[in-house]
Protein backbone atom coordinates (compact mmCIF):
# COMPACT_ATOMS: atom_id res chain seq x y z
CA UNK A 1 0.00 0.00 0.00
CA UNK A 2 0.94 3.59 -0.55
CA UNK A 3 0.36 6.55 1.45
CA UNK A 4 -0.08 9.71 -0.48
CA UNK A 5 -0.62 13.05 1.61
CA UNK A 6 -2.34 16.58 0.05
CA UNK A 7 -1.83 19.25 1.88
CA UNK A 8 -3.49 22.35 2.31
CA UNK A 9 -2.36 23.96 -0.75
CA UNK A 10 -3.20 21.21 -3.00
CA UNK A 11 -6.59 21.38 -1.94
CA UNK A 12 -7.19 25.51 -1.83
CA UNK A 13 -9.78 25.53 -4.05
CA UNK A 14 -12.00 23.33 -6.87
CA UNK A 15 -9.35 23.09 -9.33
CA UNK A 16 -7.25 22.00 -6.55
CA UNK A 17 -9.51 19.48 -5.62
CA UNK A 18 -10.13 18.37 -9.54
CA UNK A 19 -6.13 18.35 -10.04
CA UNK A 20 -5.58 15.91 -6.91
CA UNK A 21 -8.09 13.90 -9.26
CA UNK A 22 -5.57 14.16 -12.12
CA UNK A 23 -2.50 13.01 -9.60
CA UNK A 24 -4.33 10.04 -9.19
CA UNK A 25 -5.49 9.20 -12.87
CA UNK A 26 -1.34 9.86 -13.48
CA UNK A 27 0.00 7.38 -11.02
CA UNK A 28 -2.49 5.24 -9.99
CA UNK A 29 -4.92 4.82 -7.25
CA UNK A 30 -5.41 1.23 -6.12
CA UNK A 31 -4.53 0.26 -2.70
CA UNK A 32 -3.80 3.85 -2.11
CA UNK A 33 -4.71 5.72 1.61
CA UNK A 34 -4.75 9.07 0.76
CA UNK A 35 -4.15 11.86 4.25
CA UNK A 36 -5.76 15.00 3.62
CA UNK A 37 -5.43 18.71 5.08
CA UNK A 38 -7.93 21.02 5.92
CA UNK A 39 -8.22 23.00 2.56
CA UNK A 40 -5.78 26.28 2.14
CA UNK A 41 -5.84 28.02 5.36
CA UNK A 42 -8.84 26.54 6.84
CA UNK A 43 -6.69 26.04 9.63
CA UNK A 44 -6.07 29.65 10.67
CA UNK A 45 -9.52 30.18 10.10
CA UNK A 46 -10.65 27.94 12.47
CA UNK A 47 -8.02 29.07 15.38
CA UNK A 48 -10.08 32.59 14.81
CA UNK A 49 -13.78 30.43 15.83
CA UNK A 50 -11.45 29.52 18.93
CA UNK A 51 -9.98 32.48 20.10
CA UNK A 52 -13.33 34.33 19.58
CA UNK A 53 -14.42 31.65 21.79
CA UNK A 54 -12.31 33.18 24.43
CA UNK A 55 -11.82 36.59 23.94
CA UNK A 56 -15.53 37.75 22.36
CA UNK A 57 -18.20 35.05 22.10
CA UNK A 58 -20.28 37.87 20.15
CA UNK A 59 -17.46 36.93 17.42
CA UNK A 60 -17.89 33.46 17.38
CA UNK A 61 -20.28 32.66 14.74
CA UNK A 62 -18.88 35.78 11.47
CA UNK A 63 -15.83 33.65 12.44
CA UNK A 64 -16.94 30.33 11.70
CA UNK A 65 -19.04 31.99 8.80
CA UNK A 66 -16.14 33.14 7.76
CA UNK A 67 -15.24 28.97 7.22
CA UNK A 68 -18.54 27.87 5.96
CA UNK A 69 -18.23 31.01 3.24
CA UNK A 70 -15.04 29.40 2.35
CA UNK A 71 -15.87 26.62 1.62
CA UNK A 72 -19.62 26.90 -0.59
CA UNK A 73 -17.96 27.85 -3.54
CA UNK A 74 -15.89 25.26 -3.71
CA UNK A 75 -18.58 22.41 -2.85
CA UNK A 76 -21.03 24.89 -5.60
CA UNK A 77 -18.23 24.31 -8.31
CA UNK A 78 -17.74 20.78 -7.51
CA UNK A 79 -21.17 19.42 -7.35
CA UNK A 80 -23.45 20.60 -10.15
CA UNK A 81 -26.87 20.00 -8.30
CA UNK A 82 -27.94 21.82 -5.14
CA UNK A 83 -29.74 18.32 -3.97
CA UNK A 84 -26.65 16.02 -3.24
CA UNK A 85 -26.04 15.40 -0.12
CA UNK A 86 -22.69 16.73 0.14
CA UNK A 87 -24.24 19.88 0.97
CA UNK A 88 -26.24 18.55 4.11
CA UNK A 89 -23.37 16.61 5.13
CA UNK A 90 -20.75 19.93 5.34
CA UNK A 91 -23.74 21.95 6.96
CA UNK A 92 -24.00 18.94 9.95
CA UNK A 93 -19.94 19.08 10.71
CA UNK A 94 -20.33 23.18 10.47
CA UNK A 95 -23.54 22.64 13.19
CA UNK A 96 -21.20 20.04 15.43
CA UNK A 97 -18.86 22.59 15.99
CA UNK A 98 -21.56 25.46 16.92
CA UNK A 99 -23.06 22.37 19.26
CA UNK A 100 -19.54 22.13 20.70
CA UNK A 101 -19.16 25.57 21.45
CA UNK A 102 -22.89 25.81 22.53
CA UNK A 103 -22.31 23.29 25.32
CA UNK A 104 -18.85 23.14 26.35
CA UNK A 105 -17.98 24.01 29.42
CA UNK A 106 -14.35 23.09 30.19
CA UNK A 107 -12.27 26.53 30.15
CA UNK A 108 -9.13 24.84 28.55
CA UNK A 109 -7.98 26.41 25.65
CA UNK A 110 -6.03 23.60 24.42
CA UNK A 111 -9.27 21.28 24.78
CA UNK A 112 -11.76 23.45 23.44
CA UNK A 113 -8.84 24.58 20.38
CA UNK A 114 -8.45 20.46 19.71
CA UNK A 115 -12.15 19.39 19.55
CA UNK A 116 -12.61 22.77 16.87
CA UNK A 117 -9.90 23.23 14.48
CA UNK A 118 -9.95 19.69 13.36
CA UNK A 119 -13.44 20.16 11.61
CA UNK A 120 -10.81 21.97 8.60
CA UNK A 121 -9.47 18.06 8.37
CA UNK A 122 -13.02 16.81 8.44
CA UNK A 123 -15.10 18.59 5.91
CA UNK A 124 -12.23 18.79 3.38
CA UNK A 125 -11.82 14.81 3.66
CA UNK A 126 -15.80 14.37 3.41
CA UNK A 127 -15.97 17.37 0.10
CA UNK A 128 -12.74 15.14 -1.40
CA UNK A 129 -14.26 11.67 -0.51
CA UNK A 130 -17.98 12.53 -2.05
CA UNK A 131 -15.65 14.31 -5.51
CA UNK A 132 -14.09 11.57 -6.04
CA UNK A 133 -17.01 9.26 -5.54
CA UNK A 134 -19.03 11.59 -7.91
CA UNK A 135 -16.87 10.91 -10.92
CA UNK A 136 -16.83 7.27 -10.49
CA UNK A 137 -13.49 6.65 -7.69
CA UNK A 138 -15.05 4.94 -5.49
CA UNK A 139 -13.53 4.75 -1.97
CA UNK A 140 -13.44 4.53 1.72
CA UNK A 141 -13.58 7.67 4.18
CA UNK A 142 -11.84 7.00 7.43
CA UNK A 143 -12.23 9.02 10.43
CA UNK A 144 -9.02 9.03 11.98
CA UNK A 145 -9.55 9.68 15.39
CA UNK A 146 -10.98 5.86 15.32
CA UNK A 147 -6.92 4.92 14.48
CA UNK A 148 -4.87 7.19 15.78
CA UNK A 149 -5.17 6.63 19.47
CA UNK A 150 -2.60 9.71 21.54
CA UNK A 151 -2.41 10.57 24.88
CA UNK A 152 -4.55 13.80 25.84
CA UNK A 153 -2.08 16.38 25.60
CA UNK A 154 -4.00 18.85 23.54
CA UNK A 155 -2.60 20.78 20.18
CA UNK A 156 0.92 18.26 20.91
CA UNK A 157 -0.55 14.84 21.33
CA UNK A 158 1.72 12.05 21.66
CA UNK A 159 0.88 8.49 19.90
CA UNK A 160 -0.19 5.57 21.73
CA UNK A 161 1.65 3.27 19.26
CA UNK A 162 0.00 -0.02 20.09
CA UNK A 163 -3.12 1.19 20.15
CA UNK A 164 -2.53 2.67 16.79
CA UNK A 165 -1.03 0.10 15.42
CA UNK A 166 -3.90 -2.27 16.38
CA UNK A 167 -6.51 -0.02 14.96
CA UNK A 168 -4.81 0.43 11.80
CA UNK A 169 -4.61 -3.45 11.19
CA UNK A 170 -8.20 -3.80 12.17
CA UNK A 171 -9.55 -1.10 10.21
CA UNK A 172 -8.11 -0.44 6.85
CA UNK A 173 -8.95 -2.51 4.09
CA UNK A 174 -5.83 -2.37 2.31
CA UNK A 175 -7.32 -3.75 -1.23
CA UNK A 176 -9.60 0.37 -1.58
CA UNK A 177 -8.83 3.30 -1.79
CA UNK A 178 -9.11 5.32 1.40
CA UNK A 179 -9.25 8.78 2.22
CA UNK A 180 -8.57 10.21 6.04
CA UNK A 181 -7.67 13.39 7.59
CA UNK A 182 -4.11 14.32 8.76
CA UNK A 183 -3.27 16.15 12.37
CA UNK A 184 -5.99 14.73 14.19
CA UNK A 185 -6.50 11.75 17.01
CA UNK A 186 -8.05 11.27 20.06
CA UNK A 187 -7.47 10.25 23.25
CA UNK A 188 -8.54 7.32 26.03
CA UNK A 189 -11.94 9.45 25.68
CA UNK A 190 -12.23 9.81 22.41
CA UNK A 191 -11.98 13.46 22.44
CA UNK A 192 -10.17 14.69 19.37
CA UNK A 193 -6.43 15.48 20.05
CA UNK A 194 -4.29 17.61 17.67
CA UNK A 195 -0.05 16.49 16.37
CA UNK A 196 0.88 19.97 16.47
CA UNK A 197 0.52 22.68 13.48
CA UNK A 198 1.56 21.39 10.29
CA UNK A 199 1.28 17.66 11.64
CA UNK A 200 -0.73 15.74 8.81
CA UNK A 201 2.79 14.78 7.15
CA UNK A 202 3.44 13.17 10.87
CA UNK A 203 0.00 10.99 10.13
CA UNK A 204 0.96 9.92 6.90
CA UNK A 205 4.12 8.40 8.06
CA UNK A 206 2.07 7.18 10.96
CA UNK A 207 -0.04 5.13 8.76
CA UNK A 208 2.33 4.18 6.62
CA UNK A 209 4.68 2.61 9.69
CA UNK A 210 1.64 0.60 10.84
CA UNK A 211 0.90 -0.74 7.42
CA UNK A 212 4.37 -1.28 6.48
CA UNK A 213 3.62 1.00 3.58
CA UNK A 214 6.07 0.44 0.43
CA UNK A 215 6.12 4.40 0.49
CA UNK A 216 4.83 7.81 1.21
CA UNK A 217 4.66 10.38 -1.35
CA UNK A 218 3.69 14.20 -0.02
CA UNK A 219 2.69 16.44 -2.39
CA UNK A 220 2.93 20.20 -2.72
CA UNK A 221 3.19 23.12 -4.32
CA UNK A 222 6.88 23.02 -5.03
CA UNK A 223 9.13 20.52 -6.91
CA UNK A 224 10.69 18.94 -3.97
CA UNK A 225 12.65 19.45 -1.32
CA UNK A 226 14.58 22.73 -2.23
CA UNK A 227 17.91 23.74 -0.69
CA UNK A 228 15.89 26.53 0.86
CA UNK A 229 12.37 28.03 1.23
CA UNK A 230 11.48 29.55 -2.24
CA UNK A 231 9.44 32.57 -0.39
CA UNK A 232 12.69 33.85 1.82
CA UNK A 233 15.05 33.02 -0.96
CA UNK A 234 15.92 34.30 -4.39
CA UNK A 235 17.69 31.04 -5.70
CA UNK A 236 16.81 27.48 -4.93
CA UNK A 237 17.98 23.97 -6.41
CA UNK A 238 15.95 20.80 -6.06
CA UNK A 239 17.56 18.21 -4.16
CA UNK A 240 17.41 14.62 -5.86
CA UNK A 241 17.95 12.42 -3.19
CA UNK A 242 18.40 12.95 0.83
CA UNK A 243 19.01 10.57 3.76
CA UNK A 244 16.75 10.05 6.14
CA UNK A 245 19.57 12.05 8.20
CA UNK A 246 19.75 14.36 6.74
CA UNK A 247 15.94 15.78 5.82
CA UNK A 248 15.81 14.81 9.83
CA UNK A 249 17.88 17.93 10.26
CA UNK A 250 16.74 20.11 7.64
CA UNK A 251 13.06 19.73 9.31
CA UNK A 252 14.33 19.64 12.78
CA UNK A 253 16.24 22.95 12.12
CA UNK A 254 13.03 24.13 10.29
CA UNK A 255 12.96 23.92 6.92
CA UNK A 256 9.27 23.75 6.82
CA UNK A 257 8.41 22.08 3.65
CA UNK A 258 8.50 18.06 5.87
CA UNK A 259 7.14 18.17 9.54
CA UNK A 260 10.11 17.03 12.01
CA UNK A 261 8.58 14.07 13.39
CA UNK A 262 7.35 12.68 9.94
CA UNK A 263 10.90 11.09 9.35
CA UNK A 264 11.85 8.63 12.38
CA UNK A 265 8.97 6.75 11.77
CA UNK A 266 10.04 5.99 8.26
CA UNK A 267 13.34 5.66 8.53
CA UNK A 268 12.58 2.72 11.43
CA UNK A 269 10.96 0.93 8.75
CA UNK A 270 13.07 2.31 5.99
CA UNK A 271 9.93 3.28 3.63
CA UNK A 272 10.96 5.99 1.31
CA UNK A 273 9.54 9.22 1.25
CA UNK A 274 8.89 11.32 -1.83
CA UNK A 275 8.30 14.87 -1.83
CA UNK A 276 6.79 15.59 -5.19
CA UNK A 277 4.76 18.74 -6.77
CA UNK A 278 0.78 18.16 -7.57
CA UNK A 279 1.17 20.24 -10.46
CA UNK A 280 3.60 17.87 -12.12
CA UNK A 281 2.73 14.74 -10.78
CA UNK A 282 5.13 12.63 -13.39
CA UNK A 283 8.34 14.77 -12.50
CA UNK A 284 10.79 13.08 -9.70
CA UNK A 285 11.34 15.74 -7.05
CA UNK A 286 13.23 14.36 -3.59
CA UNK A 287 13.38 11.24 -2.42
CA UNK A 288 14.38 10.89 0.96
CA UNK A 289 15.45 7.22 1.49
CA UNK A 290 18.43 5.52 3.28
CA UNK A 291 21.15 6.60 0.64
CA UNK A 292 23.23 8.84 0.30
CA UNK A 293 23.66 11.75 2.36
CA UNK A 294 22.65 15.12 0.23
CA UNK A 295 22.77 14.69 -3.65
CA UNK A 296 24.01 17.42 -5.40
CA UNK A 297 25.81 18.69 -2.32
CA UNK A 298 25.12 21.77 -1.80
CA UNK A 299 24.49 24.43 1.24
CA UNK A 300 20.84 24.39 2.72
CA UNK A 301 19.57 27.52 4.21
CA UNK A 302 16.50 27.48 6.67
CA UNK A 303 15.17 30.45 8.70
CA UNK A 304 12.80 30.50 11.73
CA UNK A 305 11.07 33.85 11.70
CA UNK A 306 9.49 35.30 14.88
CA UNK A 307 11.84 33.59 17.11
CA UNK A 308 12.91 35.13 20.83
CA UNK A 309 16.23 35.13 22.00
CA UNK A 310 16.61 35.11 25.84
CA UNK A 311 20.41 35.95 27.85
CA UNK A 312 20.23 34.84 31.22
CA UNK A 313 22.94 35.66 34.02
CA UNK A 314 23.25 35.61 37.71
CA UNK A 315 22.34 38.10 39.90
CA UNK A 316 25.24 38.00 42.21
CA UNK A 317 28.18 37.44 39.70
CA UNK A 318 28.11 33.78 40.61
CA UNK A 319 28.64 31.07 37.83
CA UNK A 320 25.80 29.91 35.82
CA UNK A 321 26.19 25.69 36.85
CA UNK A 322 24.25 22.85 36.50
CA UNK A 323 21.52 23.12 39.38
CA UNK A 324 21.03 26.46 37.46
CA UNK A 325 20.51 25.22 34.13
CA UNK A 326 18.32 22.22 35.15
CA UNK A 327 15.70 25.02 36.54
CA UNK A 328 16.28 26.86 33.48
CA UNK A 329 15.10 23.86 31.64
CA UNK A 330 11.90 23.22 33.80
CA UNK A 331 11.01 26.78 33.23
CA UNK A 332 11.39 26.38 29.91
CA UNK A 333 9.18 22.87 30.04
CA UNK A 334 6.87 24.23 32.14
CA UNK A 335 5.62 27.23 29.70
CA UNK A 336 5.75 25.27 26.50
CA UNK A 337 8.64 26.90 24.91
CA UNK A 338 10.47 24.82 22.08
CA UNK A 339 14.05 25.57 22.29
CA UNK A 340 16.14 25.61 19.15
CA UNK A 341 19.25 26.69 19.83
CA UNK A 342 20.92 26.58 23.41
CA UNK A 343 24.44 28.72 24.17
CA UNK A 344 26.11 29.25 27.58
CA UNK A 345 29.68 30.47 29.10
CA UNK A 346 30.75 30.81 32.63
CA UNK A 347 28.36 33.62 33.47
CA UNK A 348 25.46 33.79 31.20
CA UNK A 349 22.92 31.17 29.29
CA UNK A 350 21.39 32.14 25.42
CA UNK A 351 18.45 30.68 24.55
CA UNK A 352 16.80 31.06 21.26
CA UNK A 353 12.80 29.87 21.73
CA UNK A 354 9.40 29.32 19.37
CA UNK A 355 6.83 30.90 21.83
CA UNK A 356 4.92 29.01 19.59
CA UNK A 357 2.16 28.68 22.92
CA UNK A 358 2.64 31.90 24.07
CA UNK A 359 4.00 30.88 27.26
CA UNK A 360 6.97 33.90 27.00
CA UNK A 361 5.65 36.39 29.60
CA UNK A 362 4.79 33.97 32.39
CA UNK A 363 8.19 32.72 31.84
CA UNK A 364 10.27 35.78 31.86
CA UNK A 365 8.53 36.30 34.90
CA UNK A 366 9.35 33.23 36.72
CA UNK A 367 13.36 33.66 35.21
CA UNK A 368 13.69 37.30 36.74
CA UNK A 369 13.51 36.59 40.08
CA UNK A 370 16.74 34.35 39.31
CA UNK A 371 18.40 36.22 37.06
CA UNK A 372 19.11 38.95 35.39
CA UNK A 373 17.06 38.40 32.12
CA UNK A 374 17.56 40.15 28.59
CA UNK A 375 14.84 39.73 25.93
CA UNK A 376 14.89 40.20 22.16
CA UNK A 377 11.68 39.64 20.75
CA UNK A 378 11.08 39.29 16.61
CA UNK A 379 14.71 37.62 16.07
CA UNK A 380 15.87 35.07 13.14
CA UNK A 381 17.59 32.03 13.48
CA UNK A 382 19.15 31.13 10.29
CA UNK A 383 20.91 27.45 9.81
CA UNK A 384 22.70 26.70 7.49
CA UNK A 385 23.71 22.84 6.80
CA UNK A 386 26.91 22.39 4.80
CA UNK A 387 28.19 26.06 4.78
CA UNK A 388 30.90 27.42 3.75
CA UNK A 389 32.33 30.95 3.39
CA UNK A 390 30.34 32.30 0.83
CA UNK A 391 27.30 30.87 2.41
CA UNK A 392 27.69 32.86 5.43
CA UNK A 393 28.61 35.72 4.29
CA UNK A 394 25.64 36.24 2.49
CA UNK A 395 23.51 35.77 5.54
CA UNK A 396 25.56 38.00 7.75
CA UNK A 397 25.49 41.15 5.59
CA UNK A 398 22.40 43.46 6.52
CA UNK A 399 21.82 41.66 9.86
CA UNK A 400 23.02 42.93 13.44
CA UNK A 401 24.18 39.08 14.27
CA UNK A 402 23.25 38.53 18.11
CA UNK A 403 24.70 34.68 18.87
CA UNK A 404 26.70 32.50 16.52
CA UNK A 405 27.47 28.97 16.68
CA UNK A 406 29.40 26.29 14.45
CA UNK A 407 29.18 22.73 14.66
CA UNK A 408 30.93 20.31 11.62
CA UNK A 409 27.92 20.76 9.60
CA UNK A 410 26.11 23.03 10.78
CA UNK A 411 26.06 26.81 11.49
CA UNK A 412 23.36 28.98 13.07
CA UNK A 413 22.78 32.56 12.98
CA UNK A 414 20.44 34.62 15.30
CA UNK A 415 19.70 37.53 14.09
CA UNK A 416 18.25 41.08 14.55
P1 LIG B 1 1.24 21.78 2.66
O1 LIG B 1 0.32 22.25 1.60
O2 LIG B 1 1.57 20.35 2.56
O3 LIG B 1 0.81 22.19 4.03
P2 LIG B 1 3.40 23.52 3.18
O4 LIG B 1 2.94 24.89 2.81
O5 LIG B 1 3.41 23.15 4.62
O6 LIG B 1 2.58 22.49 2.33
O7 LIG B 1 4.84 23.23 2.60
C1 LIG B 1 5.21 23.67 1.33
C2 LIG B 1 5.98 24.96 1.45
O8 LIG B 1 7.15 24.73 2.21
C3 LIG B 1 6.49 25.53 0.16
O9 LIG B 1 5.54 26.32 -0.48
C4 LIG B 1 7.73 26.30 0.58
O10 LIG B 1 7.46 27.69 0.66
C5 LIG B 1 8.02 25.80 1.98
N1 LIG B 1 9.40 25.35 2.18
C6 LIG B 1 10.16 25.64 3.27
N2 LIG B 1 11.37 25.11 3.16
C7 LIG B 1 11.41 24.47 1.97
C8 LIG B 1 12.41 23.71 1.29
N3 LIG B 1 13.63 23.50 1.82
N4 LIG B 1 12.10 23.19 0.09
C9 LIG B 1 10.88 23.37 -0.45
N5 LIG B 1 9.90 24.07 0.13
C10 LIG B 1 10.14 24.63 1.33
N1 LIG C 1 -4.33 21.67 8.75
C1 LIG C 1 -3.28 21.58 9.72
C2 LIG C 1 -2.47 22.84 9.70
O1 LIG C 1 -2.68 23.70 8.86
C3 LIG C 1 -2.41 20.37 9.56
C4 LIG C 1 -1.63 20.29 8.26
O2 LIG C 1 -2.01 20.95 7.30
O3 LIG C 1 -0.64 19.59 8.22
O4 LIG C 1 -1.62 23.01 10.55
MG1 LIG D 1 0.72 22.73 5.72
Known sequence: MRVFKFGGASVKDAEGVK???KVLQETGHEDTLLVISAMGKTTNAMENVVN???????????ALQEVIGYHQPILEALFESPQHPIFERVKALFEEVKGFLLWNKSPKHSFVYDQVVGYGELVSTTIVSAYLDEVGLKNQWLD?????????????????????????????????LNITQGFLGSDDNNFTTTLGREGSDYTAAILAYCLNAS????????PGVLNADPRNFKETRLLNEISYREAIELAFYGASVIHPKTLQPLQRKEIPLQVR?????????????????????????????????????????????????????????DHRMKVDLIQNSAISFSVC???????LQGLLQELKKKFKVVCHEDVSLYTIRHFDEKAVESLQNGYTVL?????????QLVVK
Open 403 to 411: VEQRGKETL
Open 353 to 359: LDNRFGG
Open 52 to 62: AYFEDKNQVNS
Open 215 to 222: SVTIWKDV
Open 144 to 176: IRELIKTDSSYRDAHINWERTQEAVQQLIDTKK
Open 277 to 333: SFMNPTQQGTTVGKGVGISPEIPCFIVKKNQVLIKLSSLDFSFIVENNISEIFKLLH
Open 19 to 21: NLL
